[in-house]
């Protein structure tokens, strides 16, 4: 188990260092971070002194070095557009993106996963053409269109609910939560709902074609064939077989939420991560640009490692590997 | 049998004229493209000539107006025809794309496939790091960081090219993966194996022996492609990264209708977001289509 | 008899039109007998199997004709029905014995559920005798091997854990399609040996699917011949093997290389069976049949007392007459 972990965290190191890489190239060969830094009238002195102080005069590996020792402790510098350290930017940012992304994959996989199971065990109803018929529209649908659509009806024609923002929000030290006001609560759900309907629609037809090709195997039909119940075979022996690619695909999902959560942020105005980076590629503003870059392949070599433990726990023929 | 007569006869066009879904969305695909294509001669106005857009004309209201059906924006331009502009925009990006990811799937995936060793384990190790992150995600990435680093003036004129390239390559790996798969099956097949043993070489069995077999399911997946590539071209556009202000896609416009929508002119943008939406099931609906047809087992 | 197929027909329909894959299937297998039944592949003989115990891939139907098991028809029970007959009346063994287990679950538990499911075992009882169901289809130290899953096996032995899966709930027939066609030469044999024996002890009868004469010879009582969706012929094993009565069988028989002596050349059948939407009308083998004359290709022979076995041929419509 051990072993497995720690094999698997190798296999990420190669893809935080690219990602690493590419940040780092950025900071370095993109703009101009010195002249970004020093006022108009500074003197060419000035510019040198400047130069040694950030270490741009040694060669390329020291500072990537440096650099990657730097990210480490979370250290990105400061921001272009607004001249405060990054990682008092993100660390500001993170909680909302965090709750945002957690209500719409409670949802996504509550609701997504029994749907298709129910539409894969009972592929010929008419319920089950219904939905899937229905997801398709989901597929097909932009989350921003969709996050349009609920604010003209919610927002301003019932007037229900607010069209942007995070209403009022707790402080738990330094993270604040919109979980624990009316006001918060009520501003989450458009986004939570925007983001997890192409999700939730997307998830269900998958985990509708992984349980119909299990359902189309010979253990299935030589379960039958000794007479098991319905119930025994569709929910325990197709619903575990069919669980190993589904852990796969929710990881995917829980990606394509972080991902689309920079689409949901700027429809709704909500100030988290996402925006930011959105806005700050709209000023290219870099140090927030690889920070961001850095911190989101962070956060998918973790899922990653996550699946690859769920599959471990449910599949005993990669257990019997180790 | 002629050609015409055999695809008359096929189990394809069987299933399709049977399927009165696929039939329908391939009628309201036509229609976009049609829509699209013919946009300079079948618009009323031609929003991308600035000398005909007067301000006065701002603001009119859908369904009041000869010639103004679907109404007109901010600027004065007519919402019709600025969705039949737009979706010229949509289009090309989206089949540019699919045609470039499809290209470079295809043939990165026989490679690593027919070749097998060093070249195949560097090429899906490569697919399965692009593979750790989200599409979109990697195509907002490739298309920042393209903003980014290059110098404005130069971004500005290959800025479509850009979007193409950036959609495109977000795709590439789910292509590339099932076409090694296929080729892997294919290459120890016997007619494979003789077109070795008489010395044909490596380049022209793939072409003509291996790649006609791999097409069907490639063909799905680049209908489906199609669908998702016109979604992230109209999502980049929607946040400001996508096309330049000078070509505006369908994205491009609903971003703009997005400022009026809480002062109550909603026409702008929830019109190119029907079009938007059409198209995109249309695409869809037959892509899921094509799959069942060719795989009648998985019905 | 234990179990009666009278006329059976399945049919598949397609856009070109409905396929009869089986037409007028009769036999019948009494308790403890061993019916095989051979023919090349696509003659129907694993969807015989299937229609019997009520697995036929849709859209494949059971359009005509019935199917008992002890005089109670059982091909038109509703399904909670079949349920019960499957597994505790007729079991099943398939041909690929890496597939027809579930590969996340151990053998014991997979041998546990099927018995609860028919007997009313405690989970102790129901354990014990599963221990004892792998001892018995010889799975060494069964004790421990209880709780491996499939994946840890041999194709070998996991073919011997899906015998006991198929017996463990004390069948009256089993349904072998094609037991040993995935393992090894080496193998088969011993599983063969090993249905025979259990088949024995417990009584149970079997009908034992295969395309290999062979198999046939050495465990069958009777064997069923099929051709192109039909039996043409249908006897006691001995009788099939050394006086064939239809044409077809006789072919089938001289193309099996004999042990006692050499031969020049084997012989062989000219010509394939044709296409489920294309049979002839009349007699099914008539294009290939050496001994065709013009009723054949007219009018289609039933089952026929024919020397000591029953064939599908007008050679034997005439008093007197033998192949």
Redesign the interface.
């Known amino acids: 188990m051990v072993a497995f972990v720690i094999s698997r965290l190798l296999q990420a190191l190669p893809v935080l260092l690219v990602v690493a890489l590419i940040s780092f190239a950025l900071f370095t060969f993109v703009g101009d971070p010195v002249a970004a830094m020093l006022s108009q009238d500074a003197s060419l002195a000035d510019r040198e002194n400047l130069i040694r102080l950030l270490g741009l005069d040694q060669p390329w590996y020291v500072q990537f070095w440096k650099f990657v020792g730097n990210a480490v402790q979370g250290e990105f510098g400061l921001s272009y557009r607004l001249s405060r350290p990054v990682s008092a930017l993100i660390a500001e940012r993170a909680p909302a993106t965090l709750e945002l992304a957690f209500c719409a994959a409670a949802m996504t996989l509550c609701i997504g996963v029994p749907l298709g199971i129910f539409t894969g065990i009972y592929k010929d109803s008419w319920v089950s053409r219904l939905l899937l018929t229905v997801s398709l529209v989901g597929v097909s649908l932009p989350i921003f269109v969709l996050g349009m659509l609920l604010i003209l009806v919610f927002a301003v024609h019932l007037g229900w609910l607010p069209s942007f923002g995070r209403g009022e929000t707790v402080q738990l030290g330094w993270w604040s939560s919109g979980l624990l006001t009316v006001s918060g609560l009520k501003a989450l759900i458009l986004p939570a709902i925007t983001l997890a309907v192409f999700q939730l629609t997307l998830i269900t037809r998958l985990v509708r074609a992984e349980m119909l090709e299990v359902l189309r195997t010979d253990y299935i039909k030589f379960a039958r064939a000794r007479g098991l119940s319905n119930r025994s075979i569709n929910f325990g022996h197709a619903l575990k077989n069919t669980l190993v690619p589904v852990i796969t695909i929710a990881g995917l999902q829980l990606g394509g939420i972080i991902a689309f959560a920079i689409v949901t942020e700027t429809v709704f105005q909500w100030p988290g991560m996402g925006f930011l980076f959105i806005q700050s590629v709209g000023a290219a503003d870099i140090p927030v640009m690889a920070a961001y870059l850095l911190l989101i392949s962070l956060v998918f070599v973790v899922i990653n490692l996550g699946v690859d433990l769920l599959y471990y726990l449910v599949d005993p023929r990669l257990r019997a590997q180790r | 049998m002629n050609r015409v007569a055999r695809f008359l006869d096929s189990d394809l066009w069987w299933s399709f004229r049977t399927s009165p879904v696929a039939v329908a969305s391939a009628l309201v695909a036509l229609v976009c493209i049609l829509g699209a294509v013919l946009a300079p001669w079948l618009a009323p106005h031609n929003v991308l000539d600035l000398a005909s857009v007067d301000l006065m004309d701002a603001f009119k209201p859908p369904f009041t107006e000869a010639g103004w059906t679907l109404g007109s924006d901010d600027q004065g331009r007519d919402v019709l025809s600025a969705i039949m502009f737009g979706g010229r925009t949509s289009l090309l990006v989206g089949i540019c794309a699919v045609l470039f990811s499809t290209v470079v799937g295809v043939t990165l995936g026989l490679t690593a496939g027919y070749l097998g060793g060093t070249v195949d384990a560097l090429l899906m190790r490569m697919a399965d790091v692009q593979l750790t992150f989200p599409a979109f995600l990697v195509a907002l990435l490739v298309d920042g960081i393209a903003r980014a680093a290059l110098p404005q003036e130069v971004h500005e004129r290959i800025a479509l090219g850009v979007v193409v390239f950036a959609i495109g390559i977000s795709t590439w790996p789910q292509i590339a993966r099932t076409v090694r798969g296929s080729t892997l099956v294919e290459r120890n097949k016997e007619y494979v194996l003789a077109a070795r043993v008489i010395g044909l070489g490596n380049l022209r069995i793939m072409a003509t022996h291996v790649l006609p077999n791999v097409l069907g399911p490639v063909l799905v997946i680049a209908t489906l492609n199609l669908g998702l590539a016109i979604i992230t071209e109209a999502t980049l556009s929607f946040l400001g990264v996508g096309v330049p202000p000078t070509q505006p896609s369908l994205g491009t416009l609903i971003r703009i209708g997005n400022d009026f929508l809480m002062s109550g002119e909603w026409w702008i943008a929830i019109f190119p977001g029907i079009a938007l939406v059409a198209m995109v099931l249309s695409v869809n609906l037959l892509g899921d289509w094509l799959r069942d047809a060719l795989n009648p087992r998985l019905r | 008899m234990l179990l009666e197929v009278k006329d059976l027909r399945v049919e598949f329909p397609t ?1 070109r039109g409905v396929l009869t894959a089986l037409n007028g299937v009769s036999f019948s297998i009494a308790p403890g007998e061993v019916l095989g039944v051979v023919g090349e592949s696509g003659a129907g003989k694993s969807m015989t199997g299937a229609a019997i ?1 009520g ?1 036929l891939e849709p859209p494949g139907r059971i359009a005509g004709g019935e199917i008992r098991l002890e005089g109670r028809r059982i091909d038109n029970l509703p ?1 909670a029905e079949m ?6 009346r007729i ?2 063994i ?1 041909q ?1 014995p890496l ?7 151990t053998v014991g538990r997979q041998l546990v ?2 018995m609860q ?2 007997l009313p075992l405690s989970d102790a009882e129901a354990r014990q005798r599963a221990i004892g169901w792998l001892e018995q289809v010889g799975i060494p130290a069964a004790a421990q091997r209880i709780d491996a ?1 499939p ?2 096996f041999s194709g070998g032995m996991r073919q011997r854990v ?1 015998i006991a ?2 017996l463990c ?1 004390e069948p009256q027939l089993v349904v072998a399609d094609e037991p040993t066609t995935a393992l090894d030469v080496s193998i088969q044999a011993q599983i063969i040996a090993l249905l025979k024996r259990l088949a024995r002890e417990q009584r149970t009868a079997i009908m034992l699917v295969t395309h290999d004469m062979g198999v046939i010879a050495e465990t069958a009582d009777r064997v069923a011949v099929m051709y192109a969706g039909r039996i043409i012929e249908i006897g006691p094993v001995r009788d099939v093997v050394r006086h064939a009565q239809h044409p077809y069988t006789a072919g089938l028989m001289a193309s099996i290389p004999p042990l006692d002596r050499k031969v020049e050349r084997l012989a062989q059948i000219d010509g394939s069976m044709p296409r489920l939407n294309a049979i002839p009308p009349g007699c099914p083998f008539s294009p290939r049949c050496p001994h065709v004359f013009e009723r054949c290709r007219v009018a289609r022979p039933e089952l026929m007392p024919a020397g000591a076995t029953d064939a599908a041929c007008w050679l034997h419509d005439q008093p007197g007459a033998s192949a």
């Open positions: 856009r115990i697995l399904l349920r019960k007959i499957r597994g505790k079991g099943a398939f690929d597939t027809t287990l579930n590969p996340l679950y559920e099927t499911a028919h899953y994946h840890q899906v899966l198929a709930a």
